[in-house]
């Protein structure tokens, strides 16, 4: 590299740390520790291998930059204010209310895909990017800067077994060792071949480095152009703090302004006020996508006995048929969920993820980065393993579906560590999350249908064992809707169900008519949102609400109700799964749990 070209890179990191220190400074807190050990790395991919046009964020063919390491948001943002995005006035408005220049990066800035910040999430996400490049044939690169703290986590181990395993050699991977994490040195310090051991051993090609040569790590970045068929780690080893004497390398120092900004920056040489030309990517041509057809739903027959997991998968492959940006992923059940209906017909589209559930809910978001309408497919209680991928996810507002399986006593024999018992709570909880629960076939069919042009996360919970259909062939099940299945003027009370509840709720509706007692029922499929005027007109008409579910009491559909009627005053009994399960049967799991259709004729006696 010519000295000229050093000069400059070495005078743009300075800046990059200058930034990074001004803006803290300006915020009052941050992490320009953590910016500027990875500055001189970030100068020369922007100078020299970035592909990236920031007037059109939006071109198929830009590379994509993750900072896993979010904490390092003020190097981030330095580094846009030098590609002419962002000014100097907004870069100071770091931490600001109302500003974009958030504590960590969110897509609120058009140039970041998703939020970062959650440490071990970066790497998952860009293997799902990364997968994507192959699936629509482009020739963007995907890059990673990870923090050396963060390799700790088991999501990066996750996520490294799965790009060697596939090959993603459009994935390069930029670890920043810098020997510090938050309370002291991190487990191998500076040992870079330590890293370099372990991602070789999952297939990676690896790059040891030092990252504060600028030659060096230009040589590095070509080396991983050249790599075919492996993903590439390029493991530099750095110092925290870097270019300050009272905090380079030092302990104690990790996410705090610089306690004297300015002679830190008379340290760095000053401000100065650098332009880098990140170069736009060659024109590539339009995203590879699949051709679609006419969507032709599965049917059944009322009073046939479907299990709704069946149900969901004929409609997935269905939809696959009608719509050509659909894809599947798969945690090594999909003879179970029934995504296997939709691998078999569309395998180019269906993603084998393996028992890895963090990098099935990272690999669906790195899809859904790219335009593509993941369904992401577990037994409900295994998505709880990846549940701050999801709640990110929440916050990145990533379009991506998740079905959980086997969810509820109900399931039977397997017992408590296979029942998905507090996935309602879960997903309710994630921000603009849409939750739905069907009880029959038809109603599976449908609202999978229905997920596929939703915003944000969505979850559809599916029941393991065969239920009679109860609705009719081609009938509509709006999100925020729910279908009144009895409902009289004598009503004493009404009965709120979802799922496997319903037939037992509508069972038990029978006994207690038989009795002299009316009741009415609603299946309430949409938990979220709810369908708040059909429970006020059950709460100020009848006065007596009975939720049951299979579920515990916290959060489910009995909370959900509650939130809905809860200033108009009306009795609420919630019945839900409060013991610890064993092995049963399904019948005698609903039970032994109080919530089949004698503990339900029980309730509304009790309660009328």
């Given at each position: ?7 400059f890179?070495g005078?743009?990191?300075?800046q ?13 807190s941050?992490?320009?520790t ?19 046009d920031?007037e ?10 993750i900072?896993s390491?979010g ?21 100071l408005?770091?931490?600001?209310r109302?500003s974009?220049?958030?504590?960590h ?8 895909d ?17 997968m ?13 800067l990870?923090?050396d ?17 596939t090959?993603?050699?459009?994935l ?30 999952f ?21 991983a ?7 590439t ?10 270019g300050?004497r009272?905090?380079?390398d ?20 000053g ?8 170069r ?22 009322v ?18 048929a009608?719509?050509?940006?659909v894809?599947?992923?798969d945690?090594?059940?999909?003879d179970?969920?029934?995504?296997e ?12 993820m393996?028992?890895a ?18 369904y992401?497919?577990t037994f409900a ?15 990145s ?9 086997h969810?509820?006593?109900s ?5 408590p ?5 507090e ?13 739905l ?11 999978t ?10 979850y ?5 064992g065969?239920t009679?259909v ?19 003027p004598s ?19 029978e006994?207690?008519?038989a ?5 009415g ?21 009848t ?6 579910e ?6 489910g559909?009995?909370?959900a ?11 609420v ?6 013991g ?27 309660l009328?």
């Amino acid at each position: 590299m010519a000295e000229r070209d050093l000069r400059f890179l070495g005078e743009l990191a300075a800046q990059l740390r200058v930034d990074s220190v001004r803006a803290s400074a300006e915020a009052g807190s941050g992490h320009p520790t953590s910016s500027m050990s990875a500055a001189d790395l970030m100068a020369v991919l922007f100078a020299h291998h970035l592909r990236y046009d920031f007037e059109d964020p939006g071109n198929p063919a830009n590379d994509h930059l993750i900072f896993s390491k979010g904490h390092a948001s003020p190097l981030l943002y330095s580094l846009f204010k030098a590609a002419g995005a962002v000014t100097d006035r907004e870069l100071l408005r770091f931490r600001k209310r109302g500003s974009r220049m958030e504590g960590h990066p969110t897509p609120r800035l058009p140039w970041v895909d998703v939020a970062t910040g959650s440490l071990g999430q970066g790497l998952p996400v860009g293997v799902g990017v990364a997968m994507a490049g192959r699936l629509e044939r482009m020739p963007y690169r995907v890059w990673v800067l990870c923090g050396d703290s963060e390799l700790a986590e088991g999501s990066i181990w996750e996520a490294a077994e799965q790009a060697g395993d596939t090959g993603l050699d459009n994935l390069t991977l930029v670890v920043d060792v810098n020997r510090l994490g938050q309370r002291g040195p991190t487990r191998h310090g500076w040992d870079t071949g330590a890293y370099a051991r372990r991602f070789g051993a999952f297939g990676w090609h690896t790059i040891e480095v030092d990252g504060h040569d600028p030659g060096a790590i230009d040589d590095a970045f070509q080396e991983a152009h050249g790599v075919r068929g492996r993903p590439t780690a390029i493991l530099a080893r750095t110092r925290k703090g870097e270019g300050v004497r009272a905090v380079a390398d030092r302990e104690g120092a990790h996410g705090k302004p610089l306690k004297e900004p300015e002679p830190a920056v008379a340290e760095l040489g000053g401000e100065r006020d650098l332009r880098v030309e990140v170069r736009s990517p060659d024109r590539a041509g339009e995203p590879y996508r699949f051709e679609g057809g006419e969507l032709v739903l599965p049917e059944y027959k009322v009073g046939d006995q479907v299990a709704t997991r069946s149900a969901f998968g004929e409609a997935l492959a269905a939809l696959g048929a009608a719509r050509g940006d659909v894809v599947a992923l798969d945690g090594e059940v999909a003879d179970s969920t029934k995504t296997e209906e939709f691998g078999r017909a569309f395998p180019e589209r269906f993603f084998e993820m393996y028992i890895a559930e963090q990098q099935l809910v990272a690999a669906a978001m790195g899809l859904a980065v790219r335009g593509w309408v993941p369904y992401a497919a577990t037994f409900a209680a295994f998505l709880t393993r990846a549940y701050d991928f999801i709640r990110m996810a929440g916050v990145s507002r990533s379009p991506i579906r998740l079905v959980g399986s086997h969810a509820g006593v109900s399931i039977g024999e397997d017992g408590p560590s296979q029942m998905g018992l507090e996935d309602l709570a879960m997903m309710r909880a994630v921000y603009d999350s849409t939750v739905l629960y069907p009880c029959d076939a038809n109603q599976a069919a449908a609202l999978t249908v229905e997920m596929a042009d939703l915003t944000g996360v969505s979850y559809l919970r599916t029941t393991r064992g065969a239920t009679p259909v109860i609705h009719q062939q081609g009938e509509r099940f709006p999100i925020g809707g729910s279908c009144v299945l009895r409902r009289s003027p004598s009503d004493r009370a009404t009965i709120v169900a979802a799922g496997i509840t319903v037939h037992e709720a509508l069972a038990a509706a029978e006994t207690l008519a038989a009795e002299g007692v009316q009741v009415g029922v609603v299946d309430m499929y949409s938990i979220k949102p709810i369908d708040t005027a059909v429970l006020v007109e059950a709460a100020t008409t009848t006065g007596n609400l009975i939720t049951v579910e299979d579920h515990r009491p916290e959060g489910g559909l009995g909370d959900a109700v509650l939130d809905a009627v809860s200033e108009l005053g009306p009795r609420v009994v919630k019945l839900a799964v409060h013991g610890m399960p064993g092995s049963a049967t399904p019948g005698e799991q609903l039970a032994d749990a109080r919530i089949d259709r004698h503990a339900i004729v029980a309730a509304v006696n009790r309660l009328v």
